[in-house]
């Protein structure tokens, strides 16, 4: 049993060293089929001189000096730093919750990390807008964000401008009225829609969805009773106007004190009239109504 061993110990090592041997030249693998053990001996004791003829055998010593030097391990990587930028906000309805809110300006940059700590940017900085309320981001520098208002804000006035020439060209014609108080609100200029809607009441009178849309505007002031009285004449006018319902009921319930009663019967009329988000503000009244009575 012993001698086996011993025979199968001595042929691996042979096989080891003729492998060697192939890969550091024909001459000494010549040598290892002599003397396979002798030649590995002498290979270590030879293997500090820069000239001996057995160079080529510091493969078989390297990798065991190798791996009792041991590692060092360095960790590096990077990572992305949002920072705040010096810009000042851009107030400005966010295209994602749709609130008039504040974007503030923010950069990001991405750094070369050495131990999980930043030690230089490894790009450049990149500007966006982030809103307070929601938290969207939008890749636009807030100087930029500015600027597009802007010009935005004088495309819509310019607009308006065309709108009121085309109005006093023809007086009548509600539609354009209409569009040009719903351009008016959506700038808050609400005193800009309320003389328009004076200056053409031909056009006014004769449209509930105009009544509407001034009554809205009132509404947005916080002018409860103007506001009332218009949708009160655009559901005159028409009694199905979901829209018309639904903001009278949400001006009832605006009211100091509200009138919850009303309330829930203008929004119970909108929900008839399948206007959207109908149902949500019946709840709500319903609810507050409730609360009054308990
Ligand atoms: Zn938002």
Redesign the pocket.
């Known amino acids: 049993m012993l001698e086996i061993t011993l025979i199968l110990t001595f042929s691996a090592s042979s096989l080891s060293l003729r492998a060697e041997g192939r890969r550091t030249g024909r001459r000494n693998q010549m040598i290892h089929r002599e003397h396979p053990i002798a030649v590995r001996r002498e290979a270590v004791r030879h293997v500090k001189f820069s000239n001996s003829p057995w160079r080529g055998y510091r493969e078989i010593v390297l990798p065991r000096s190798r791996l009792r030097r041991g590692f060092i391990f360095i960790f590096f990587g990077s990572r992305g730093i949002v920072s705040n930028d010096s810009a000042a906000p851009v107030k400005q309805r ?6 008039e ?1 504040e974007m503030v300006a923010k950069r990001y940059r991405n750094w070369f990390t050495l131990f999980f700590i930043p030690v230089f940017p490894i790009s450049a900085p990149r500007k966006f807008i982030q ?6 981001q939008f890749p636009l520098a807030a100087d930029a964000a500015r600027a597009v208002a802007q010009a935005s804000d004088a495309q819509q006035t310019q607009q308006a401008i065309g709108l009121y020439n085309s109005l006093r060209s023809s007086p009548a014609n509600s539609i354009t009225l209409n569009q040009l108080m719903m351009l008016y609100a959506s700038l808050k200029e609400y005193d800009q829609a309320i003389s328009a809607a004076a200056d053409f009441p031909q056009a006014l009178n004769a449209s509930e969805q105009c009544m509407t849309t001034l009554a809205r505007v009132y509404l947005a002031q916080n002018k409860f009773a103007e506001a009332l009285q218009w949708f009160g004449a655009a559901i005159e006018r028409n009694p199905h106007l979901g829209e018309a319902h639904y903001y009278k009921g949400v001006a009832h319930m605006l009211t100091e004190p509200p009138d919850l009663t009303q309330a829930v019967a203008s929004a119970r009329a909108a929900r008839n009239a399948g206007y959207p988000g109908a149902d949500e503000l019946l709840q709500q009244a319903q609810e507050k109504a409730r609360a009054a009575e308990g």
């Open positions: 966010c295209p994602r919750c749709g609130r809110t809103c307070v309320n929601c938290g969207a």
